[in-house]
Each structure stands twice: as C-alpha cells, then as structure tokens.
C-alpha cells in the first residue's frame, strides 16, 4: 500500500515557475513508476509526466514538454513536477499517482493503482 500527498501548489502569476513535491509512504515506492496529472474544471484528467522507479526514463505529454520536469528522490520517497513557464491554461488541481509496474510509458489514469488527494494550482495572467 502506497500513500501520497501532494504539496507545493498555490497561486502564480503567468511566467513564473512552481514546485510541486509528493510525498509517499510505503517501502515498496521506490519500485513503483510514478505520473503527474491535472484535471481543469469541466475537462477529463490529464496526462503530463511519468518517471520509471529508477529515475532514469521520463515521459512527458506535449503539452508540458520542455517546461515541466519530473523527478524523484527514492532515498526520501518523494516525487516532484518542476514547472516553469506556467500559463493561465495550466490552472487546474495537480495529482501524483504511482503505478506497481515501475518500467513501461503508461499515459492512462486507470493505469495507476494509487493517487494522491489533489493539489490546485492557479496561473493568473
């Protein structure tokens, strides 16, 4: 069983960069593949990032690619989403997930066994 909790969310202007961290419990974290999502009122929830257990390989929608960064720290169990550039359009609740297959690009929610609460994130322009 895996627990996680989003952090580092809040309110910036247009430009200007945030870093969300996900803190998880359970041992077992460090194998699991770990994913970025958001979901904007009204709109299905989004793919943005996927980083494998070991940290080597990551996966980024289009959207996000070359302005947000995915990275982990499996000595602390602790995920982050580096993002910078940020616009209006990226105002939405940002969700950390992990999936027990720790290899692979899995893209779909439904791919994830576990999830975090949920943080907002609000772009002002």
């Known amino acids: 069983q895996v627990q996680l909790v989003e952090s580092g969310g809040g309110l910036v202007q247009a430009g200007g960069s945030l870093r969300l961290s996900c803190a998880a419990s359970?041992?077992?974290?460090?194998?699991?593949?770990m994913g970025w999502f958001r979901q904007a009122p009204g709109k299905e929830r989004e793919f943005l990032a996927r980083?494998?257990?070991?940290?080597?390989?990551?996966y980024y929608a289009d959207s996000v690619k070359g302005r947000f960064t995915i990275s982990r720290d499996n000595s602390n169990n602790t995920g982050y989403l580096q993002m910078t550039s940020l616009k209006p359009e990226d105002t939405a609740v940002y969700y950390c997930?992990?999936?027990?297959?720790?290899?692979?690009?899995?893209?779909?929610?439904?791919?994830?066994?576990?999830w975090g609460q949920g943080i907002q994130v609000t772009v002002s322009s």
């Open positions: 997930a992990a999936d027990r297959q720790g290899v692979g690009t899995e893209r779909f929610a439904w791919d994830y066994e576990y």
């Open positions: 359970g041992r077992t974290f460090s194998t699991y593949a």
């Open positions: 980083i494998t257990w070991s940290g080597i390989n990551m």
